[in-house]
């Protein structure tokens, strides 16, 4: 997993039935040398702008929506607790 | 998932069967530290160049063709509202 | 798989209920180009902080965790040998 | 799907039985920020050095195999027509 | 695929039940502009330290086992001829 802070929604009218429902987040990734990479991320437990998450990709996304048909590779598992301070 | 500009589309006249019907278009990914970075991805839901799209890869572009046999590996699975400025 | 070295616990109060109980830590790449990435890993099988440990990534950390279900892209899979000096 | 010329064959006389009979060739994507960047393709659908080609990786390289069971990650899906001048 | 060079291999005593009797080995990658970038890959076919092979990894590591339940990412799938001498 990566570590990321949500740093904006994403609004895509036109796209696949399948993502109907669904709330995209732009994400960047914190710490390290790959800081500063983007991804956008699905996300189904509430997380918001400014929350730091922990963000799963691949396969492993699609497990996180409990729905193995659904196209997306990167998906929310977490939202970082504010004591941690380290990541 | 990531964000992508299709720049051109791709011809290749000489290509598996499975591909038959299939556009695929370049695109170049925006924002963040990857930017610049270049992929070829497959579209079936009617995207055209200068679009800014939402990318999915992996094992996850064969759910949106809907035919997990299709060996594709990045696909285009939304268009980005042009009211969407921050990404 | 990657060698990567423990560095900190990660805590997600509020995660999907898939992870519960699974720990969570943050883990950097060592040695090679790639040395410094970051990346977090699902442990089970009692490493701690300071090791140095093989995470291999991607589907194959669900099999780690014995369970296909949980969202989970990366894994511990051994705690290297101190004896190890070159890795 | 990445964009790579196919620089050279690769020769492993030793190697997995499952390999018997497949070529492989060495190539190098072109253009975008991950130009220079060499991987090992298979190809079954005779192309050759100086060629063009499109590029399928991960479990996507076993669909164009049509074996499930080949481990190979990285397969060409297409020669890129001549007249295509800006990928 | 990769192209790699064995440097060493790696112990690790405490390990996942399922990787008993792998033989591990530290990797770096050769030629183009991912040189030098570190792996840990499972090697069955005998290879080692100083020869240069063929890596495949993802899900594909698994088929090379041919075992779909062992939690790697990463194999050798051949050694490469000494007479190819461009790769």
């Given at each position: 997993m990566v570590i990321a802070e949500l740093i904006d929604t994403v609004w895509a009218t036109r796209k696949s039935e399948q993502l109907n429902g669904l709330k995209f987040m732009l994400a960047e990734i914190k710490g390290g040398t790959n800081e500063g990479e983007r991804l956008v991320?699905?996300?189904?437990?509430?997380?918001?702008?400014?929350?730091?998450?922990?963000?799963?990709?691949g396969s492993s996304a699609r497990r996180m929506l409990e729905d193995d048909l659904i196209p997306v590779d990167a998906a929310v598992i977490g939202i970082i607790d504010e004591s941690c301070e380290s990541v």
């Open positions: 991320v699905c996300d189904v437990i509430g997380a918001g702008i400014g929350d730091r998450v922990l963000v799963t990709t």
